[in-house]
């Protein structure tokens, strides 16, 4: 990029950083400027390839209170004042450094987040590693270290910059070297030592009491409380979910045998029991010749009529939902599982049997 | 004592009679075939081909790699001369018998990932009557890539190597003040298509046992297994396991290797905490500062490692484990299946849900046909062009949980 066509940025401050006034001005709704202000003069003062072509400014207490309306006036003050697909398009918005200050961390991290989803430009903003925002954002919005106070400025500014470029230019973040907050995603990359030798030398440094890190840091699983039972099982109506890939023979919906990407829906009025003709296991990860001879072995649909017939419970939902759990992430399985609680809900079902492998 | 010779070759190549010259391996195509299909009449189908480092093939369904060996007559298991073709493998290939076959592609980006881009190798894809059930298939692949292996090594390796390596007895007096260190090794044995072999028998049955690393340096194990690609131990893996090969190597000058506690993973809860049990229980004889612990497989084996890690914790054993990752195409999820809180040192190799578009390689050895239906690809997987959009799960070796590769992963 040359002198000719420097960054162009867009600049997000509070009341006190956009010169508005202190805490007496805490509420005031968010308002645009033309050009820099505050740190925004700062930063185009130490960097010359920098244009901050508006200015921001919106009440601490007013946007940390009602997130949603003054993010939503933030981007209407946005969308009327700049052309986002012409010529001068901005390159970046930046907001910040809003240190250790909590209701400024949330209205900086909450603009980032809103620019980068409404308008796809890059946005960037940094705030000590304390700052409550943090744990609400630090996976949708690239913040970058900032110190406790003011003092830490300069710094917090050429960061945000640094991180802003690399955004812009699709550089990939380096977590020893960017001073970024690490935003939970893993990626794989190659190291210089195998993972044998990797395991040998923490090993040895383990039973040494030497600091070492460990390259994967246990996560704290979600505990689901159970739902209250049910109080008249001969009246429910209770439907069948599975993760054991039991599918109609053919697979209609392609569903994955790893690595599920969605779930099938199959209907099951008037068919007593699962045929190794008409259904079949696409699971991957275990061996399918028993699923396959018999695909009840999976899916009870078989018992389930009994004890429909001997009225233990009320009726059968009249579609069965199926996926393959088989190196399916947590998170997509956890999208499937909102996704046919609620139509199970809906159907009116009240009590559900779930299979695996 | 056991020494491994190794012998490497620059070139492999089709040829009228079997040699080993001037670091050029031939083979005699009609007499491996012509031994193949006499040893095993199940066989219908038999292509041989060759596969070398940077060329433009992509290899389709490989079940399992196994090096060439050979052994002196007379030596018993875990002493004597083993020779190996160090930089040779046979690969076998063929119609997918359990969904989780893998591919090797030997240029383009897929080939940083597999340990078989780097090698020279003998593939054979190997097609079997239809009348044969699943695990008659996988035993008559399975036989004949482990035949061909030490056929190979038997024909080519009657020189001496270019390379020796001893390995002393452990029972040799080392510095009492180094640490005492066990590796513990899990097999995948979970039945229906997910086994390991201990001496050519299922491993299923007789596990866990103390073992003398010398024995499994000398081909105890060999790989059965349908597995995932990316953290299936192949046999290959198995005769070079990374682990005991560095144990070695830093015995007695950082640490004391006393040795291997080889173990199943099975599928039921109360299986598993049995073999825990009995893991300990060999353990607590062992007097041990620390263990390394391995993988196979993953979701179901990862309560298996937990559950060792959480054990040896509380008999006040430092623990290493290794693990790979299945973190999501995003990266986002969460990584593995079970977890505990003692489990503070993990060596993760990689995230195998990561998504990759391999270039298109000019030929392709194995089944097209089957290639959507691996694990790590889904339908859309085979571009027009050739070019292939699959997750690291599906190339062999890639997350190799012996730690055979360089690959990590890293939150960002």
């Known amino acids: 990029m040359t002198m000719k066509s420097p960054y162009r940025i867009i600049y997000c401050l509070n009341q006190f950083f956009g010169g508005l006034g202190g805490e007496d001005k805490a509420d005031h709704p968010p308002c645009i400027f033309d050009g820099p202000k505050g740190p925004a003069i700062l930063l185009q003062q130490r960097f010359p390839e920098v244009q901050v072509v508006k200015t921001v400014v919106f009440?601490?207490?007013?946007?940390?209170?009602?997130?949603?309306?003054?993010?939503?006036?933030?981007?209407?003050?946005?969308?009327?004042?700049?052309?986002?697909?012409?010529?001068?398009?901005?390159?970046?918005?930046?907001?910040?450094?809003?240190?250790?200050?909590?209701?400024?961390?949330?209205?900086?991290?909450?603009?980032?987040?809103?620019?980068?989803?409404e308008f796809g430009l890059p946005a960037v903003?940094?705030?000590?590693?304390?700052?409550?925002?943090?744990?609400?954002?630090?996976?949708?919005?690239?913040?970058?270290?900032?110190?406790?106070?003011?003092?830490?400025?300069e710094e917090g500014l050429d960061r945000m910059l640094a991180l802003g470029k690399k955004l812009i230019h699709h550089l990939p973040l380096v977590p020893e070297e960017d001073n970024y907050i690490l935003q939970g995603r893993r990626q794989n990359y190659f190291t210089q030592k195998s993972g044998a030798e990797r395991a040998v030398e923490m090993l040895l440094r383990k039973i040494a009491g030497l600091p070492y890190r460990t390259e994967y840091v246990m996560p704290s699983f979600d505990r689901v409380p159970p739902a209250a039972p049910l109080s008249d099982l001969s009246r429910a109506r209770i439907a069948l979910v599975t993760s054991g890939g039991i599918v109609p023979r053919g697979n209609p919906d392609r569903i994955e045998s790893a690595s599920a990407s969605r779930f099938g829906t199959y209907s099951?009025?008037?068919?007593?029991?699962?045929?190794?003709?008409?259904?079949?296991?696409?699971?991957?990860?275990?061996?399918?010749?028993?699923?396959?001879?018999?695909?009840?072995?999976v899916l009870p649909l078989d018992v389930i009529h009994e004890l429909l017939t001997e009225k233990v419970f009320g009726s059968l939902h009249p579609y069965y939902y199926a996926t393959v759990g088989n190196a399916t992430s947590v998170a997509r399985a956890r999208d499937f599982g909102r996704d046919i609680g609620q139509r199970l809900v809906a159907d009116g079902v009240q009590g559900v049997i779930l299979t695996s492998t | 004592m056991l020494t491994i010779g190794r012998t490497w070759v620059r070139d492999l190549k089709f040829g009228?009679?079997?040699?080993?010259?001037?670091?050029?391996?031939?083979?005699?195509?009609?007499?491996?075939?012509?031994?193949l299909l006499g040893r095993d009449s199940r066989i219908e189908k038999l292509v041989i081909s060759l596969a070398r480092p940077g060329e433009s093939v992509r290899i389709l369904c490989v079940k399992d790699v196994?090096?060439?060996?050979?052994?002196?007559?007379?030596?018993?298991?875990?002493?004597?001369?083993?020779?190996?073709?160090?930089?040779?493998?046979?690969?076998?290939?063929?119609?997918?018998?359990?969904?989780?076959?893998?591919?090797?592609?030997?240029?383009?980006?897929?080939?940083?990932?597999?340990?078989?881009?780097?090698?020279?190798?003998?593939?054979?894809?190997?097609?079997?009557?239809?009348?044969?059930?699943?695990?008659?298939?996988?035993?008559?692949?399975?036989e004949s890539g482990l035949a061909a292996a030490e056929f190979l090594g038997k024909a080519v390796l009657c020189q001496p190597p270019d390379k020796e390596e001893s390995f002393a007895p452990l029972a040799s007096p080392v510095d009492p003040l180094l640490p005492r260190i066990a590796y513990v090794?899990?097999?995948?044995?979970?039945?229906?298509?997910?086994?390991?072999?201990?001496?050519?028998?299922?491993?299923?049955?007789?596990?866990?046992?103390?073992?003398?690393?010398?024995?499994?340096?000398?081909?105890?194990?060999?790989?059965?297994?349908?597995?995932?690609?990316?953290?299936?131990?192949?046999?290959?893996?198995?005769?070079?396991?990374?682990?005991?090969?560095?144990?070695?190597?830093?015995?007695?000058?950082?640490?004391?290797f006393v040795g291997v506690l080889l173990t199943c993973e099975p599928v039921r809860l109360a299986q598993k905490e049995e073999a825990v049990a009995k893991v300990i229980e060999i353990a607590g004889n062992l007097h041990l500062q620390g263990i390394i612990l391995s993988k196979e497989g993953f979701g179901n084996p990862d309560a298996d490692q937990m559950m060792l890690i959480r054990k040896f914790t509380e008999m006040g054993v430092k623990t290493v484990a290794i693990s790979d990752e299945f973190a999501g195409a995003d990266g986002c999820s969460q990584s593995l299946a079970d977890t505990t809180v003692e489990a503070d040192a993990i060596v993760s190799v990689g995230n195998a849900n990561e998504r990759l578009l391999l270039p298109p390689q000019t030929v392709i050895f194995g089944p097209v046909s089957d290639l959507s239906r691996l694990a790590g690809a889904y339908p859309q997987s085979l571009h027009a062009d050739g070019s292939l959009e699959i997750e690291l799960q599906g190339i062999i070796g890639a997350t190799n949980e012996l730690g055979a590769q360089t690959l990590s992963c890293r939150e960002i």
């Open chain 1, 59 to 117: 009440g601490d207490n007013y946007i940390a209170g009602k997130t949603d309306v003054a993010v939503a006036e933030v981007l209407a003050l946005l969308r009327n004042s700049i052309d986002f697909s012409g010529a001068d398009a901005p390159h970046l918005l930046l907001a910040g450094p809003a240190f250790l200050a909590g209701r400024y961390g949330i209205g900086c991290a909450a603009i980032c987040k809103a620019v980068q989803e």
């Open chain 1, 125 to 153: 903003t940094a705030m000590h590693p304390d700052n409550p925002a943090v744990a609400e954002y630090r996976k949708e919005v690239l913040i970058g270290v900032a110190d406790k106070d003011v003092m830490g400025m």
């Open chain 1, 268 to 297: 099951i009025k008037d068919v007593a029991a699962l045929s190794s003709e008409g259904y079949q296991s696409i699971h991957g990860g275990y061996d399918p010749t028993y699923a396959n001879q018999d695909p009840n072995r």
């Open chain 2, 16 to 35: 009228r009679e079997w040699s080993l010259r001037d670091h050029i391996l031939t083979i005699e195509k009609n007499g491996l075939r012509t031994f």
């Open chain 2, 66 to 142: 196994i090096q060439p060996w050979s052994k002196a007559k007379g030596k018993p298991a875990g002493a004597g001369l083993r020779q190996v073709l160090s930089n040779v493998t046979v690969v076998t290939c063929g119609k997918i018998v359990g969904f989780q076959e893998g591919i090797i592609d030997m240029s383009g980006a897929g080939a940083s990932y597999s340990p078989f881009a780097e090698t020279f190798n003998l593939v054979l894809e190997i097609g079997v009557s239809k009348k044969l059930t699943a695990q008659e298939h996988e035993e008559c692949v399975r």
């Open chain 2, 185 to 256: 090794y899990p097999l995948l044995t979970q039945g229906l298509l997910h086994d390991s072999y201990l001496w050519g028998k299922n491993a299923r049955n007789g596990l866990p046992q103390y073992i003398e690393p010398h024995l499994l340096l000398d081909g105890a194990i060999t790989s059965g297994n349908c597995v995932s690609a990316c953290d299936k131990n192949t046999t290959w893996h198995h005769q070079n396991n990374p682990i005991i090969l560095e144990l070695f190597r830093r015995h007695g000058r950082d640490l004391n």
